[in-house]
């Protein structure tokens, strides 16, 4: 999914979601509300979308896709590969905290299950690859860097679930990310 291939009604109806995330959660993403917003019949918005979680990832997948878009990584500093990784993962963070509900929103829709929302979630998987991969300068083709990049979005994402279950706040996300990095990386090429 991407911004180009969505038609203004699917975007509205992303839009409305997102509103109704961010003031309410996830229990506040009611179909039946985010058509009523959107200003589209209900039978409009499940051609366009299986489920709340549907609608939710599809959302994160926009994002990572502005991310992209955005050139995220040439703006992320840093000496070397851990610096470079660290800050885009704290940058990242940081943007999930500026919506709190909504990123808890998102973390339940892509921690679902629901089968109809896998793609989207692979989507977004490689897009976090790539931007991971960025940071550590290295190509797609480096089947270690790779790993690493797939290893840190799984821990990234565990202590994303760990803040939204009161265990974390966003100083220990980034607390806990650091030594990773530095783990993974020792001795990389990239590092």
Known sequence: MDAENLDEKA??????????????GFEAVRLRDVAARSGVALGTLYKRFRSKEDILVGALELLAQRYEEGDLTHHIEGSNAEDRVVTLLTTLTEAMFSSPNFAKALLRAVASGVPSVAEKVGA???????????????????????RVAIILQHVWFAAMVGWMSGLRDEEGIIEELRPTVQLLLEGSNAA
């Not at 977004?124 to 790779?146: A, K, W």
Request: no cysteine.
């Open 11 to 24: 975007q509205r109806i992303i839009a409305a979601a997102f509103e109704l995330a961010q003031t309410g």
């Open 124 to 146: 977004y998987r490689g897009r976090m690859t790539g931007l991971i991969l960025q940071s550590m300068e290295v190509q797609g083709d480096d089947e270690r860097g790779m």
